[in-house]
């Protein structure tokens, strides 16, 4: 039998579900019994605990340090004051991390680990170093370039990329180059470049069932439209709306058809907003035959997400690496990114300059990104599908195929 630590950084949810993908595609490659733990806190940690309710001794939380929320994204200047000083309930960041490393020291020597993978845990990379214990460090992210941040983050760039160089491998979570949607967020040092290997991106690899359509199936039939994706942590996710709302306003957006994708449980969001002005249910809508031009839902299930990005004419993101890849690597899809932060910059700076899709730094500009779009599809879509041909999505595979490498060498 084989022990495992999967330790999932817990900001935003991307690296929650590329190690899902990956947990999964881990139990088929390797024959061999697999004890799997994981670690995180917050939001991925009760997940966690739902997701595997009969493998509850097996779930650790462990409080990794986490930026602290700000309006739009995370706070930069609460973050560095949190360095020395507690901040809204949370601890110094020096006694935060003397904790978290000394919670994952006791659990490395409780469990003797065999592997671990970390996505974005960086602390786990230091520990399975000083053990000599292989490690495979997932990311999209080693040194990115910086644009509305100030140059004295440089440093901290720099102590990361150190931390992250402590693995055995550093799986990049994209195709490889030239098509490597996260180039900028890389900038690896002649130290990792050994060690680096692109694994293509994590997607879902299950096939989706063909179900009953369902009514927003139904309604979006035969429209053409914009797909409205907000994604993220809660800062993230509400900063995005903000956005949104204000090029709604405009009056260029009157018949400009749009669903927005809230990315939240919660069925109170799902609605119609007609070109009448007046609000229904999605059922009363598609009964009543509204001509709409908003539609309003909180949670996608698979079926019906894959058919709007299937449908749509473009979509609006915020630069997620996990979202981009979905829709301009298996959807061959053009983007208008919003951005908020520099990570997010740097991965739709890339797109807009492949002619994938197009960067705007002000909600002003939407409107203006949506025309040109449509004016120049054809360019758009003779790039996209070059990409998309591309386009490697079995990130998870390839990843659990390293993994089984390596265990088969430890015997």
């Known amino acids: 039998m084989f022990k495992i630590g999967e330790f999932i950084y817990p900001w935003g949810s991307g690296h929650y579900s590329r190690m899902m993908r990956l947990n999964d595609a881990l139990s088929n490659e390797i024959k061999d019994e697999l004890e799997v733990h994981f670690s995180s806190k917050d939001h991925v940690y009760q997940k966690l605990l739902k997701k595997f309710p009969d493998k509850k001794d097996k779930i650790h939380e462990i409080l990794m340090p986490t930026p602290i ?13 949190n360095i020395l000083l507690p901040i809204e309930n949370n601890p110094s960041l020096i006694k935060q991390i003397m904790s978290y490393l000394r919670e994952e020291r006791k659990l490395y020597n409780k469990e003797k680990f065999d592997l671990v993978i970390n996505d974005g845990d960086m602390g786990s990379n230091i520990l399975a170093n000083n053990r000599n214990i292989p490690s495979l460090f997932v990311t999209n992210q080693f040194r990115p370039k910086l644009y509305n941040s100030r140059s004295y983050l440089y440093p901290s760039l720099i102590f990361i990329a150190k931390q992250i160089n402590k693995a055995s491998k550093i799986l990049v979570a994209d195709s490889p180059p030239p098509y490597t949607m996260c180039e ?23 096939k989706i069932k063909n179900e009953k359509e369902t009514d927003l199936e139904k309604m979006v039939k035969n429209n053409e439209f914009g797909y409205w994706m907000r994604t993220g942590n809660k800062s993230a996710n509400d900063a995005t709306g903000e956005r949104y709302n204000e090029v709604f306003s405009k009056n260029e957006m009157i018949k400009e058809k749009r669903i927005i994708s809230h990315a939240r449980n919660e069925s109170g969001i799902d609605s119609v907003i007609g070109k009448d002005g007046k609000k229904y249910s999605i059922s ?5 035959k509204i001509d709409w031009i908003q539609i309003d839902i909180g949670f996608l299930s698979e079926q019906e997400k894959n058919t709007v990005l299937d449908l749509c004419k473009y979509a609006v993101v915020n630069g997620s690496h996990t979202v981009m890849g979905e829709i301009m690597g298996e959807k061959a899809k053009p983007i208008i990114g919003i951005p908020i932060h520099d990570e997010n910059t740097n991965n739709i700076r890339w797109a807009d300059e492949k002619k994938l899709g197009i ?6 500009q939407v409107v203006g990104a949506i025309s040109k779009i449509k004016e120049n599809y054809e360019v758009f879509e003779e790039n996209l599908n070059e990409f998309s041909k591309n386009f490697v999505p079995n990130g998870a595979e390839n990843s659990a195929k390293i993994a089984s490498q390596i265990l088969e060498e430890k015997r």
Request: cysteine-free; hydrophobic content about 35%; overall charge neutral.
């Open 69 to 81: 929320d700000g309006k739009f994204g995370p706070s930069i200047s609460k973050s560095l004051m």
């Open 284 to 288: 009363d809508a598609l009964e009543k």
């Open 184 to 206: 900028y967020n890389l900038n690896f040092i002649k130290e990792a470049e050994e060690k680096v290997v692109y694994v293509g991106h994590f997607t879902n690899s299950k």
């Open 359 to 364: 960067l705007v730094s002000k909600t002003e």
